[in-house]
Every structure is written in C-alpha cells, then in structure tokens.
C-alpha cells in the first residue's frame, strides 16, 4: 500500500497549487465567456439603437414604405452570417419527446460546460513516478471545482443577478443553465465520492482532511435537491419542488460550508448566502416600494386590491392598482403573491402584464380625428390614471393556485396582491420594417402590449415599422371579448403610414364561432359539485362586429397555418423583420421551423431578403 512519502514533495506541491488554481482559471474562463455574450448582446442592442437612427435618415431621403429590393448583393454577406448564426444557434433545436426542447446554443454551452469541468478535473494527475490518472490528485481537484461553481450556480437561480445584467439575458432565459450546471456539479461530487472510497481504502493517509458526515449530509441533500427538480416533478408539483429546494440547498450549502472548512474550500461556499440575501432584501424593498398600501403606508389605503373576473371556463382576469413609481416595459412579468387564495401564504406565480404603462389608450385620439370622437377604447388606464395605474394579467387556469383562483373569480370577489415585478426582458422592435407577433390563447398577454407599444412609439416617430401583423389562435370566439375593445382602438389609433394586419384564427368549435353574430347577453354562475362554474355565454356582438368591419382585421376559423403565414410575411418584406411569439410548445415550435433555412438562410438575405430576429416568451413551458 502507497504510503505519504511515496509521493515526492514535487507531487504535493503540484497537487496542493492545482488544487487553487485551477477552480480560479475555471472563473476566468467563464467570466471571459459572459463577457463575449454580454459585448454581443449589448452590442446588439445599441446596433438596434443605431439601426433605427439610420433608417429614419434613409426613409427620409427616399420616402418610400417597404420598398422590397430584391438584388443580389456581397454587401449583405455580414447580416448573412448574423442571420445564419441565429438560425443554428437558436432555431435549431434538439427535440427530446414531447417536452424537452433544446437550442444549439443551450446545447454548446452544456457540452462546453461540462468538458471545462472535466478536462480540469483531470489534466495533470500524473504523479512524478509516471502514474497516470492518480485518485489523489483529482478527487479532492474535483470536489474543489464543483464547489468554485456553487456562487454563480446560486447567482443564476435568483431573480436580481449579476450575471443577467452582464449578459443581458434575463433571468428566466438563464434558468436552464442554473440548473444545467447544478447537475454538472452533483456529477463532479458523485465522482469526488468515489474517488474518496478509493482512495481511503487505497490510501492510508490523507493530504486533504474533512468530516465523513458534512459530506454525506451535503451530498444526500443535493441528490434530494436534484429528484425534485427533475421536470415531472416540478410539473405535477411545483410547490413540493419550490419549498424543497430551499430545504435541500440551505442543508446543502451549510453541510458544503463546514465540510470544506478544513480543506480551504469554504470561500467558494460562503458567496451563496450573499447572493441569495441580496435578491431577497431587493425583492422585499421592492415589494413594500410598489405595494406600500399594505405595509402601513396610508396613501392608497384598499385600493391595491385586485378585480377578478371569470372571462371563460379557463380563464381569470385580474385587474389592480399600482402607484405611479411602478413602470413596466410591454413583455414583463410579474410574480403575485395572494395569501388569502393560495396554500401557502408566500406562493409566488409569474404573470404577464397584460396592459400597457402608457397613457395611450386613455388620451389619444383615433388617427384623423381632431376633436372629440367617440371612445370606443379600453380604459386600460383607469379615470385615476395618473395616480394608480392598472395591471392587467390574464391568467390561464391549471390545477393548483389557479383553479383556487377561478374559485374567488367566479363569485367576482376582490383579493390583496402582493406584486413583485417587474421581472425579464421587453423585445426592442424600434428598429424594424415588420413586426410580426403569433400569440396562443392567454400568451397575448404578452403579444397585446407589444403591439400597442408598436403603435404608440410610430405615432410618436420612435419607430421605423411599417407593418404590423398580430396573429392570435384561439379555442372559441367569445376569447375575443377579452380584449377587443383595446384592439379597436389600436386600430383606430395606428397612424396611416403603418398597416396593420390582425388575423384570428379560431379553433374552437364552428357553433362558437357562429355565436359571435348572435346578439345575446348573459354571464350565470351555476354549481358543480359545490364549486361555481360559469355559464359562458356572448356578452353582445355589437363591439365584435365593430372590430370585424375594421380594415385589416380579421376572423377565420381553423387553425393558423403558422409556417405559410410567416414565410408570406418574409417574402413581402426586406429589410428588417421580428417575428415575437408567446403561446404552446407547439407553436413556438413551428415559428421556429418556418424561419429556418432557407427563410432565413444566406441567399435569401444575400439576395435582399429580410434579416429576421426572432423573440420566444413560453411562460416557462417551451
Ligand atoms: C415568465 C412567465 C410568465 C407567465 N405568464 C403567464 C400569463 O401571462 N398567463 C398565464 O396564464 N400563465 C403564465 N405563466 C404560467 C403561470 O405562472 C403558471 O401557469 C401558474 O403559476 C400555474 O399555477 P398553478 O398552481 O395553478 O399550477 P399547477 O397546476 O400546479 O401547475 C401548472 C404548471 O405551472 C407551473 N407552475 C406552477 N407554479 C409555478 C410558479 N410559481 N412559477 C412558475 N411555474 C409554475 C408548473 O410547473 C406546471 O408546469 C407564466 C409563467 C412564466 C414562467
């Protein structure tokens, strides 16, 4: 058996200095990685910025509205790359069942990811006498790495992070790779286990020492930590999920701290706590900021309150106050927090601000009216506008806190909301020729608002777009009511020099659709096994037919033939083109196939197609 002074004192010495360096050249090499992603995506925000100025310049001399150039030319080899660069890193995708879908670019990370790890977890294990791979040199190595990567694994998983505001990428964008490199690390300290049974049965002595039990401790709860954040889990029962892992991660990140102790590793671990408790006090300063109403504060006092309404057998819409310090861009999320309608009293759900933080609706006149023409617009903003601003949020219902929810919407009651928000990323469509926006039943909460925003920022000569098109599918024609009326005073509201296009594609049951030229007006609550369940019924055509005589808008029935209806779109614009879209796996799915090659392939673009930007919100589902 191999006893301590087997080893030469030039094989301490390498084990003892790898032992710190390499984590650390770990650090730089991600650090270096963040800060490439984060020069290419502001770079490409301010590109945008700089895109736009330039095209109000080149509009002005030339005047003309999407003048389609389709010549052949070597200047567009640059936006060839770019574009052929999105479509393999974001379009193309590895598709694993029904619900596993990932893109090139997650999938590269992950496979670099993990080979980073390894390749330093095992380079130079061999000891001066010429055995290779020796368990002392990487067991603990490995241990050591797994651990440098707990502050940027917890970083990811927070709301508030560092790495989101380097990169640009928000934090729900980031969540995959929290829990990628999560599990890469469980792997390294499964290895790390059995690298320390071999060697304390090959070994007698031990360079490195730390306590059995800390890290049995700290392994059992990272193994408890990663079953419950497997999909299924998290799917069927995300508050077991949620409140588990804050159990597991804290015993895991205590047992870590004190097992590494004595190995000199426990400055890896202590960051964790910082990162975690600096989101947190952000998020409370935030919640008493932007709901001060409940906190004592007298100014307000009962009116953050929210409205809930039962628009169909599925879906609650919520409607509340927020002061006027609390600004949203269309696109963001916020997390609600009902104490009295959910199980646990701290349960936070995320939901898309289905309204829109300007003052468009409420103060604008329709395009071509001077004076005082009839309003037919959503008061999106209430009568006390500039005081308390609405948010709306359409809320989807599934089994949990939301079929609770459809409990409380059904009897019409109101509920206190605590909001904490606003969270993620709004797309930047200034800069574009086209936007094009696909929506699935409740995913317009993200599509309404950005489209608004479209219609404000041309009014106002802050966007070059001269076409939009809001494509939206829905399961019956009384969806419509939702949000109509906000839809006829957009149109009407739309300057002339941009064309709107709305197209609704009903899929529901024919008999539905009729419905909507039935002239019928009533909302019964009826009971089913103890529970009020809506009797969803027309609540009147009037407005309907209104938004159907409107130019450009239009009701079909079927479903959207997503692929045609977007390639149309590519082969009536050049320039630049964004297509957003929000709604099920599956469509995202089929938007990312039809803009693929050869939509979006080099000779297309080199022969004057547009430059297509693609944005996925998937509610956490895609
Ligand atoms: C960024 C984002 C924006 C969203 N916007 C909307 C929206 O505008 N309208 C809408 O109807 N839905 C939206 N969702 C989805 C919504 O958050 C969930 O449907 C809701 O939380 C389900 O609650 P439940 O207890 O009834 O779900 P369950 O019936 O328990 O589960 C249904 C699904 O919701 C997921 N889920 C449950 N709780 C949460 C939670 N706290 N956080 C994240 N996912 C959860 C589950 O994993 C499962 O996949 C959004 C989700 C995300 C991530």
Redesign the pocket.
Known sequence: MPSESDFSEADIAALLQQFVTYPEQVWYAIAAFLFIVGCFQWGSFVHSKFARRRHYESDEETATANDIQYKFSLRRIPLAIINFYRVVTFRWTLEIGQSYTLNMAEVFVTVAYIALLLIYAFINTTTVEGQKLDVIFWSNRIAMLASSQFPIVTALGTKNNLVSFVTGISY?RLNYIHRMMARTCFMLLCVHTVGEIISSSYYPFKLIKASKGTGIIALAAFFLLIIVSLRPV??RA?EIFFYVHFLSVFIFLVAAYFHTKSAYGSYWIWPSFVFWALDRVIRVVRLVVFNHSYFGFKSGTGTMDAATELLSEDLVRLRLHRPPHFHWFPGQ?AYLIMPSVSTLPF??????IASFDSSLLSTAKPEGQSGSGENHGTQVLGSSAPFWKELV????V??????KLKEVAAKKETVKVFVDGPY?PSPDLGSYDTCVLVAGG?GV?YTLPVFLNIIERVRKGKSSCKRVVFIWSIRGAECVEWIEETLIKAVQLAPLSLTVSIRIFNSGSPSTSQSMEVNSSISNITEKNGIPEPVVTRRGSLTSSMLFSLRGVKMESGRADLDALLKGEVSMTSGRMSVSVCGSQGIARTVRHALRFPVSGPSSILNGGPSVTLYVES???A
């Open positions: 729900d998290r799917t995300y999320t349960e936070a759900h995320p939901f898309t949020f359409l809320v989807n599934h089994g949990g806190f939301t079929k993620g409740s909460s509610f956490g589902y």
